[in-house]
């Protein structure tokens, strides 16, 4: 992903205003506690997942990657798709694979909340055991999480929730309409795909979810009413002082869900760096495991499911 400046004051100004003047979410009490997720558990996943060494499209690595996620899903009674296709990028065709998973036994109809990450990690010539534990690790190994939780707890929601794991998020040379979000692209526009875009309540996609220094970084891009739901999802969950705004907007695979109309949120910390507000462990060999955190991968878990357990009617936009 990658974050732009530019973004007009004016639309700050009417963002926060919006904000401040709205009434506080329902919360859906008939669906019981909410559960939690184990944050140990989480980071368990994340390093199986980088056990599999660099996982840029194409590679034995993410090959790798897929199994794990499927097998730990499967074990907890998901169903697991692959969308395979061949990619033409800048250098060349690439092999790539979107894995979709749902619980069996879901009533057809029932509206959809899909939680979504990218499993690829960039290719990086002088790099070349990247193993970018945050960026694409971290959010994979909490979507395996929370299918277990979900599988225990999820189908009492009167929800479809579906996770989704998107290949070909990094760019080969540079983000552009031909290069970059390949598999959220692929997703948002493929007929194989059409039946899980149907239905959609809302998209939440998870990106660098792991650092240690959690600082969750809304792109300005976030509808109001969503960021709205995050915020007072965080707020339950009792981490909401690590959440907040980017200062711009920032390209991740939320965008290609938004211009195929689903409403979604990138729930990403763009603030991974060496001091408060840096990013410089971003793209190099400095993003690796010992910077990333349960309590973090907890702390956003946790975000997700207060976020789930307001149920159909809290999930909904504003009329
Ligand atoms: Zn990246």
């Not at 926060?16 to 003047?21: A, D, E, I, N, Q």
Request: hydrophobic share 45%; aromatic share 10%.
């Amino acid at each position: 992903m990658v974050e732009s400046w530019w973004w007009p004051f004016i639309v700050l100004a009417v963002a926060s205003f919006s904000y401040g003047c709205q009434s506080a979410d329902p919360v859906g009490k008939e669906l019981g506690p909410v559960p939690r997720v184990d944050g140990g558990q989480a980071l368990g996943y994340v390093a199986q997942i980088l056990d599999c060494g660099p996982r840029y499209s194409g590679s034995a690595g993410a090959a790798c990657a897929r199994a794990r996620v499927r097998t730990v899903l499967e074990a907890s009674g998901w169903l697991v798709e692959e969308w395979a296709w061949t990619q033409e990028t800048p250098r060349g065709a690439v092999e790539m694979v979107n894995l979709g998973a749902r619980l069996p036994g879901i009533p057809q109809g029932r509206p959809k909340v899909l939680l979504c990450g990218h499993y690829d990690t960039k290719s990086l010539d002088e790099y070349p055991e990247f193993l970018s534990a945050n960026d694409g690790g971290s959010s994979t190994g909490l979507l395996m999480e929370l299918g277990s939780v979900l599988a225990q707890h999820g189908s009492d929601l009167g929800l479809d929730v579906r996770i989704l794991f998107f290949d070909g998020e990094e760019c080969v040379t540079e983000y552009g309409p031909r290069d970059g979000l390949f598999g959220s692209r692929r997703f948002a526009q493929a007929a194989e795909t059409a039946a899980w875009r149907e239905g959609v309540l809302v998209a939440l996609v998870l990106d660098m979810v792991g650092d240690a220094h959690l600082t969750v970084t809304l792109p300005r891009d976030t509808a109001g009413w969503l960021a709205k739901k995050v915020f007072a999802a965080a707020e339950r969950a009792g981490v909401r002082e690590a959440f907040g705004y980017a200062a711009g907007s920032i390209l991740d695979d939320h965008v290609p869900l938004i211009q195929a109309g689903i409403a979604a949120v990138d729930i990403i910390d763009f603030h991974y760096g060496s001091r408060p507000g840096a990013n410089d462990y971003w793209h190099t060999d400095q993003d690796t495991l010992d910077k990333l955190s349960a309590e973090s991968l907890a702390a956003v878990g946790n975000v997700v499911l207060e976020m789930l357990w307001v149920g159909e009617i809290g999930l909904r936009p504003p009329p």
